[in-house]
């Protein structure tokens, strides 16, 4: 029997094919309205990948995905696809997934220096532009480990050096990348900036220092001015015993910026005199006056007069006039109070033996004498006067 030639049946078969769509439409096409839609979901087509991969919405890149990071691959032949997809990551300045796709490639722990060189080299580009400095500087260190003359590596190191301001090992690191090649730009210009930056901090440095001998200096001058005038000192947190409230004068100076919301410490002038901030309360309107630099050798009564000159706008009732006014400090351990004669200095006061100077600022009570207020607010309190 005669067997029909291959070529014909093949004809055959596809006529037949064909003419099958004659009576039924092909029903796998892509549909009018929506075939840039679906030509997408077709893998050499698509323009971008999605971030996740669902093997229900899109199978055939999913199989892809399978074939491209089968196990059954060499470790190298692994790492290398982990590679390239970070790069691809890299390009679209998608830097997280980059980072992954490098460390997973460092994972399989391929025996290539080399590849691996790249993968950490590649990994600590993605941290810098994250901003990751740290990690970046120990990727770079370890491609270093791997390759010690890589030049990439080092420049990157340099840059992370640069951004956590270690300029000094910045310069270093540009030394070393300058050692392999003298006409690296980007070494020679990043050097440059470092030397430069590393100098003025060490300038920074050095004025820091002198700063703080100079306010060491006039801390240590104060301290002895205000012990020579056996003047009491406590913290907000008063002192266990009388006899060691100036003892810890350095901290109360170190931290009265803090505490003082006018940045005003005791200062001592050219003739070895004190002046100190000082704080007026007026208790019946729950107003204050602070006066910055009150001099130990000024009288109360010469700075009510400046300040009561004119009438404060709180003073609705015209009542508060030097005249009338009454001075008093608080002796808070005993509940006692001391009235203090207009004609008193500072420093007279300072050194009456139940005065103390919290945080570095005297303060005084101020009320008009006569007053409702200031007979109730005496009542019950012994009020001593201060001779």
């Known amino acids: 029997m005669e067997q029909p030639e291959p070529e014909a049946a093949s004809d055959d078969s596809m006529d037949a094919f064909l003419d099958k769509f004659q009576s039924q439409p092909y029903r796998g096409g892509f549909h009018e309205d929506r075939w840039e839609e679906e030509l997408e979901k077709i ?8 971030s996740e991969i669902d093997p229900k919405e899109n199978p055939d890149l999913a199989c892809l995905q399978s074939i491209i990071f089968d196990d059954e691959r060499s470790p190298e032949e692994q790492a290398k696809t982990y590679k390239d997809e970070g790069n691809d990551y890299f390009k679209e300045k998608n830097y997280e997934k980059a980072v992954i796709s490098y460390t997973e490639g460092l994972k399989k722990k391929c025996s290539d220096p ?3 060189v790249v993968l950490y080299t590649n990994r600590a580009a993605a941290q810098y532009y994250l901003g990751n400095f740290r990690s970046a500087l120990n990727d770079v260190t370890a491609a270093r480990k791997l390759k010690p003359c890589h030049l990439k590596a080092i420049v990157r190191g340099a840059l992370c050096h640069l ?15 300058l050692q392999i090649d003298a006409k690296e730009k980007k070494l020679l210009e990043m050097r440059v900036k470092a030397d430069k930056l590393k100098r003025t901090e060490q300038r920074d440095i050095r004025k820091a220092k002198l700063k703080e001998k100079k306010e060491q200096n006039q801390n240590e001058a104060l301290l002895q001015a205000i012990k020579a005038r056996n003047i009491r000192l406590v913290s907000e947190a008063a002192s266990e015993d009388e006899d060691s409230a100036s003892e810890g004068l350095s901290e109360l100076l170190d ?5 003082n919301p006018y940045g005003a410490r005791p200062s001592v002038d050219d003739q070895g005199r004190l002046s100190w901030p000082v704080l007026f309360l ?15 050798d000024s009288r109360f009564i010469d700075h009510v007069m400046v300040m009561f000159g004119e009438t404060p706008s709180w003073d609705l ?7 009338n006014l009454e001075v008093y400090f608080e002796d808070e351990d005993r509940a006692e109070l001391y009235r203090v004669p207009p004609k008193s200095t500072l420093l007279q006061v300072l050194q009456h033996p139940r005065y103390f100077v919290k945080a570095l600022t005297p303060a005084f009570l101020v009320c008009v004498g006569s007053s409702p207020f200031c007979r109730n607010y005496l009542r019950g309190r012994k009020v001593h006067q201060i001779k």
């Open 255 to 259: 931290g009265l910026s803090f505490e």
């Open 43 to 50: 893998p050499l087509f698509m323009k971008k990948a999605p």
């Open 163 to 177: 951004e956590l301001k270690n300029f000094a090992e910045a310069v270093n690191w540009c030394d070393e990348g």
């Open 114 to 116: 080399d590849l691996n």
């Open 282 to 296: 007026y208790p019946e309107y729950a107003q204050s006056d602070f006066i910055s630099a009150f001099h130990e």
């Open 317 to 323: 009732e015209h009542k508060y006039c030097p005249d």
